[in-house]
């Protein structure tokens, strides 16, 4: 087999296409050499010796240690050098690399094939004993501490004890002998500490420390880290041996990393910092502050130190070509790591650079109009989760958190307000014009006006999929849930944060993309939606194929929506206008009513108000789809329950309270969510669908009159199982329809369709597409009733699941593919069976997720639906899912 890769002198054996055998790092410094840039020679173990290892006991095979002799003898060749012998003595670097860049795995080894005798050579050698002693207890210190595992603290005490008896503040003050003592004193506490001396031989001190990366592979933290990121253990990861250059050599040698673009602002000038005098691990140690590699970046830093543009401005040329070069190359921002040794530059590592999403754009953006990437490329660069980040406002990265309570971070974005603990309040504070931010245990359907008004939630009970999470993402509110740790004491408007009690009026910030409640105001950042993300968004809907509509229930819903490039609505659920301000009475005077007659005269007073909001949701969908989904919800939601409620209802409506709670507890169902309601309401209550749909073609009508657009309803029942129950329904919708244009002496076009969100249904999808007109997939409650587990509750034991890898993912977030997936298959195939033209689309919270966005692309779904800030999301997920 062959197990070493050698590169060096402008060649190498592999290539940055070889990053599965190779390794990231080990790929690209072969890449690197084959450009002709400045890498010192070395050779790279494949990571398929990882997994030998392990399979021969933890043993490195004969074959591959002669493999790696014969390569050192190249690097001997090529640096005129010679490994653990004679006047010019070879030092390498042992460093390990993975296919993908992975913490736990071992630290580099650096200066490796120093003793007591080599280090007098290259002293000699270089004309500078100091830096041949720097060299030495730099290699001792780190050998010791990743190779034989002694903590690396108690040599830094020894040095920190040398430089206060010495006086000096920096490392780089130490002479030539004090270094040598600190060797020795280095070379005593291993001895004392494990019973053993320091390994004198340079091969002993090879295989130690290349048997250290393999064994790294299998670390706690490694292994750890592959399991939550799905990494397959068999990947192994790769050992790179390379010669060492040294910027520990004196004032003309220094090491340091630097970024190609700006990594937070994507501007496109070189950033990055350096230490003069110092090998690679000073820079992240801390032990100096680093400076700054450019000039622009001295400055902004406000730093009086000089930048290496100033300080060694021919290694800043040179590096800056091959910066731009690598770009070429690479057609992506790249992450380098280099060193000069005297005067003469390195390249050590590249590596495609992480960073904002802010800057991602600008970057992407930038790459097309340097003609390096196509629109099409920029589109796949973006992560479409992370556009979450831009859409709402965000704190100031350099504001300093004043953290009072942690939950989950259940909808993205930062707010700041007043706090207020009733729903109530907090609409009067809006009206008055105060922010505020809203403080529930958990929030219900009652909540909320006040989840409108408020500019942030937060709860102290529920999870992900709470109301309050759903909602809140539904509405862009930023949202913090199930903060455990916070207590909301409703009754004395008193929130008891950690070392804090705040009342009713004091100022909270949240930040709901990561789960925090903080004291105060703080500085933000808004926004920005033109400028590169227009243009991203605009080469995304280019691509794709798949429509991107929204779920909105309001006109504000269905504007944010439409400023976001919504091309309609895919689900407005319609109990929701039923919540808002005086309509609940209604409401209630309809479901308490003894009987039809009682029934229909709230339901007249309901259709004006209905009709309203449709006619605004339509004209300000100006011509677009609409899906409006017939009245949903059991009824007793609407209806009040604690003793306090009922008499307070009672007294509003001149009802007597021991009969509504009669008529409430004859309403109360063991198991809601299956229990009356969708179209079985419908079929119970016709005369609540006809008021309905009398709404919806009255507001058509109303509409198509106002902006001269038609709409074309989309009239959607929900939960229907059986086609009979379709049947039912579409035959009241088609006969008030029919009412209606002869009243208005007009012609309507609409479509009755229905949710697939019970497991019959997609079973049945034929025989009930001979009825329906479209489907959408209402994934929510399909994966509730799929599962058979109910997404109120599921929060209770969903979390342990995951933590015991029963699942891995919870599947109200993340379509479960294989099941509810299958279901969705199978009625998109029925349905189309039946109806071949028949329009397809899901509605569900997965409409929004990126990576169940691809799976509808994959069945041929028509559009997805998602809440108002995640259409942008859907949009550039839909077209990733078709480059
Ligand atoms: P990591 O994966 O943690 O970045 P590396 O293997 O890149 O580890 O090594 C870290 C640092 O060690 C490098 O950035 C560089 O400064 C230094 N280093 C590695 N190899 C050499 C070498 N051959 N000569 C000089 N310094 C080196
Ligand atoms: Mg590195
Ligand atoms: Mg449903």
């Known amino acids: 087999t062959k ?50 290892y392990y399979k021969n006991g933890r043993q490195i095979a ?37 296919r993908v860049s992975m913490p736990g795995m071992m630290d580099t080894v650096l200066n490796l094939g120093l003793n007591d005798e080599t280090v007098q050579a290259l002293g000699h050698d270089a004309g500078d004993a100091r830096f041949a002693w720097d060299s030495y207890r730099r290699f001792i210190q780190m050998y010791a501490d990743v190779v034989m595992r002694l903590d690396h603290e108690v040599f830094e005490e020894i040095l920190e004890d040398e430089k206060a008896r010495l006086g000096y503040e920096f490392d780089t003050e130490l002479t030539a002998n004090e270094w040598q003592h600190v060797v020795s004193l280095y070379k005593s506490l291993i001895e004392e500490e494990l019973g053993e001396e320091f390994p004198q031989d340079p091969e002993v001190q090879l295989w130690g420390a290349v048997g250290a990366v393999f064994a790294s592979w299998m670390s706690v933290r490694a292994v750890t880290y592959r399991q939550l990121h799905n990494i397959p253990e068999g990947w192994g990861t790769a050992v790179n041996i390379q010669a060492m250059v040294f910027g520990n050599h004196g004032n003309s040698s220094a090491t340091g990393v630097a970024f190609t673009r700006n990594p937070s602002t994507g501007n496109k000038s070189l950033y990055g910092e350096f230490l003069v005098n110092a090998q690679g691990e000073d820079v992240v140690a801390g032990i100096r502050t680093p400076q700054s590699i450019t000039e622009e970046g001295r400055i902004s830093s406000g730093s009086e130190r000089p930048s290496m543009e100033k300080l060694m401005p021919d290694a800043f040329k040179e590096l800056s070509g091959i910066c731009s070069e690598l770009e070429t190359h690479y057609r992506e921002m790249q992450d380098i790591e280099f060193t000069i040794e005297r005067g003469k530059l390195w390249m050590l590592q590249t590596r495609a650079g992480k960073r904002s999403t802010r800057a991602a754009m600008k970057i992407a953006v930038d790459m097309v109009d340097e003609k390096l990437i196509t629109e099409e490329e920029a589109v796949l660069r973006i992560e479409p989760s992370s556009l979450d980040q831009l859409l709402h406002p965000t704190i100031d990265p350099r504001v300093t958190r004043e953290i009072i309570g942690t939950g989950l ?34 929030t219900s359907p009652e909540d909320i006006h006040g989840m409108h008004a408020a500019e942030g939630i937060l709860t102290t009970r529920g999870g992900m999929t709470s109301h309050a999470a759903v909602v809140a993402r539904g509405m862009g509110i930023p949202c913090v849930v199930g903060a455990g740790g916070m207590r909301i004491d409703a009754r004395n408007e008193r929130l008891i944060g950690v070392g804090v009690t705040l009342k009713k009026g004091d100022v909270i910030t949240i930040d709901g993309s990561a789960g925090q409640v903080l004291k105060g105001d703080v500085q933000m950042i808004q926004p920005e939606l033109s400028g590169d993300f227009g243009r991203i968004m605009q080469w995304a809907d280019r691509a794709r194929r798949m429509t991107v509509r929204t779920n909105a229930d309001t006109p504000a819903d269905a504007r944010a929506a439409r400023s976001f490039g919504a091309e309609g609505i895919g689900l407005c659920r319609t109990e929701h206008m039923f919540f808002e301000g005086d309509r609940i009475h209604l409401m209630r005077e309809m479901i308490l009513a003894e009987d039809e007659t009682g029934r229909r005269a709230a339901l007249d007073s309901l259709l004006p108000v ?40 009672s007294a509003a409506m001149g009802m007597d309270a021991a009969a509504l709670r009669q008529r409430v507890d004859a309403l109360h169902e063991f198991n809601p969510m299956l229990g009356h309601r969708g179209c079985r309401l ?27 657009a038609a709409v074309v309803p989309e009239i959607m029942v929900p939960l229907v199982g059986l086609r009979s129950e ?60 799929t599962f058979g587990i109910s997404r109120d509750d599921a929060s209770a034991f969903i979390p342990t699941y995951q933590r015991k890898g029963i699942i891995e993912h919870d599947p109200f977030i993340s379509l479960d593919f294989d099941g509810v997936g299958e279901l969705i298959r199978i009625a998109a195939e029925r349905g189309r069976r039946t ?14 997720d990126p990576v169940s966005i691809h799976f509808c692309e994959e069945i041929g779904l028509d559009y997805v639906s998602c809440s108002p800030f995640r259409v942008p999301i859907a949009r550039l997920a839909a077209a990733q899912a078709v480059i």
């Open 682 to 708: 419908a079929i119970s209550y016709p005369e609540i669908v006809e008021m309905q749909a009398r709404a919806i073609f009255e507001a058509a009508v109303a509409a198509a009159h106002e902006t001269g």
């Open 835 to 848: 109806r071949n033209d028949m329009k397809l689309g899901i509605c569900g919270e997965h409409g929004g």
């Open 409 to 442: 971070p259940a909808s993205p974005g930062a707010a700041t307000g007043e706090i207020v603990f009733t729903a109530e309040e907090a609409v009067t504070a809006s009206e008055e014009g105060r922010k505020v931010i809203l403080l529930r245990v958990e």
């Open 726 to 785: 379709l049947d039912y329904v579409k035959e009241r919708i088609d006969a008030i329809a029919g009412d209606v244009m002869a009243e208005a002496g007009m012609r309507i076009d609409y479509l009755v369709g229905t949710m697939i969100e019970l497991p019959r249904a997609a079973l049945r999808a034929h025989i009930i597409a001979e009825a329906a007109e479209f489907f959408s997939f209402g994934t929510n409650d399909l994966t509730q009733t």
């Open 3 to 52: 197990w070493v890769y050698t590169f060096g002198n402008g060649q190498a054996e592999g290539s940055a296409l070889e990053g599965e055998r190779l390794g990231g790092k080990g790929a690209n410094l072969a890449e690197m050499c084959n450009l002709g840039l400045p890498v010192p020679p070395g050779l790279t173990i494949i990571a398929g010796a990882c997994s030998a």
């Open 62 to 98: 004969e074959e591959l240690k002669a493999q790696v002799r014969a390569g050192i003898e190249g690097i001997e060749e090529i640096t005129g050098r010679r490994f653990g012998a004679g006047d010019r003595p070879l030092l390498l670097s042992v460093r390990s690399g993975a």
């Open 610 to 649: 209905q009709r309203h909001d449709f006619t605004s949701l339509f004209n300000v969908m100006h011509g677009l789809p609409v899906t409006i989904r017939l009245l949903d919800p059991p009824l007793h939601e609407f209806l009040p329950k604690t003793d306090e409620e009922i008499a307070d209802v």
